[in-house]
Structure formats: structure tokens, C-alpha cells
């Protein structure tokens, strides 16, 4: 029992505990600190959620893409009006993601190439999120 009354003289009445004044102090110093990083943290889930749009828009453009170029690799017997068809099928088949098939060759350009654009959209809009640019060998129209 005399330690602890020793200990009690030493430190002081005032210096016995941590006082209602100093947590309120500390409350408001966090609280500073978290309106402080809140506009970051709400910027990098927006960031986050916009990225993940291009990452699928643009996977879907180049599953689209890439469906038509393994149809009509480089072979000596492409159309274009085959193109176009599949083209159609294909933006049928997946209406956010369109392929528009670019104007075919003169008859005295072939073989030439056929430029394919595919543009991938978010639902309900008219804005492009990813445009895709290839082109096609033609041997024919």
C-alpha cells in the first residue's frame, strides 16, 4: 500500500490519467485527417470503376476482332462482301460492340485490304468507351 501512495505523490493529481480535453483534441485531430484522405479514397474508387470499363469494353472489341480475322485470315480466297456478312453477324450477335466494315477496294486494287473498325459502347449511350482499328486482306468483292 505504500508504493502505491508513493507512486500517486510522485506523479501529481493532474498527471494521473489522460483528461477529456486531450481526447476530444485527439478525435478531432482523426477526424481532420479522415475528411483529408476521404476526396482521395472516392477518387481512386471512381478511377477503379471507370478502368474497369475500358478493361471490358476493350475485351469485348477485341473478342469481335479477333472472331473476324480468324474467319478471313490471309488466305487468297477472301471477299469482301464476305466480310461484310460475317461483319453483320457478328454485330448482331453483340449490339455493344459493333463492327463497321470500311469501303472495299476498286476492282484494279486487288488483292488490297479492307479496313474494320470495331467500337465498343456502354449501355444506353453514344459515346465510344474503346475504338479498334484493323484491316483485312481481299482478294475479291
Do not use: W
Request: with cysteine; glycine share 4%.
Amino acid at each position: 500500500m505504500a508504493r502505491v501512495l508513493e507512486s500517486r505523490e510522485l506523479l501529481g493529481h493532474d498527471q494521473a490519467g489522460v483528461s477529456v480535453v486531450e481526447v476530444v483534441v485527439a478525435m478531432f485531430i482523426l477526424a481532420v485527417m479522415s475528411v483529408a484522405v476521404l476526396p482521395l479514397m472516392i477518387g481512386a474508387v471512381q478511377a477503379s470503376t471507370a478502368n474497369r470499363d475500358v478493361v471490358a469494353a476493350s475485351s469485348l472489341a477485341n473478342a469481335q476482332l479477333a472472331e473476324l480475322q480468324d474467319t478471313y485470315s490471309n488466305s487468297k480466297t477472301n471477299s469482301c462482301a464476305a466480310v461484310r456478312t460475317r461483319a453483320a453477324e457478328l454485330s448482331l450477335s453483340a449490339p455493344t460492340a459493333p463492327i463497321t466494315v470500311g469501303a472495299c477496294p476498286s476492282p484494279s486494287d486487288y488483292p488490297g485490304t479492307v479496313t474494320v473498325t470495331v467500337q465498343a459502347f456502354r449501355p444506353n449511350s453514344a459515346t465510344a468507351v474503346v475504338t479498334l482499328n484493323s484491316a483485312i486482306l481481299v482478294t475479291t468483292s
